[in-house]
């Protein structure tokens, strides 16, 4: 493992949650800030000082670590040979709805009414 993948890995789930409420706040002077400093400090950058390069990239591997732990289990894509989404048991896009629409994204959660569960309609990684 390398050692980016390590500092974020060493985040517990606590302080995780934590660091996301900060930058929901754009509060840099947290747990947040403190994973920034170690990013640029890991990725060998320091020198020139934190950049705002390094707080994007910091940030979105925070959330990216949270995604994945907390992505609920239901978010699984599976595309089939001609590279549609299908739920994880199987079902096709015809048997899918869009609940939750969201106007300002543009948005929504994709049900399956076979199963009950959520197709992961955006690609966290
Ligand atoms: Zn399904």
Known sequence: MNKLKE??????NENLAKAIQEIQ???NTGLYGETVK???RISGDFTDGITSTDFNLAQNMLLKEAAYRW?????TVKLDSRGRKLCSCGSEP??????NFDAVWRDGDVYCIPCGGYVRGFDAG
């Open 38 to 40: 170690n990013y640029a």
């Open 94 to 99: 015809k048997d899918h709805e869009v609940r």
């Open 71 to 75: 992505m609920p289990e239901q978010y």
């Open 25 to 27: 706040e754009y509060d």
């Open 7 to 12: 500092l974020y890995k060493a985040i517990s």
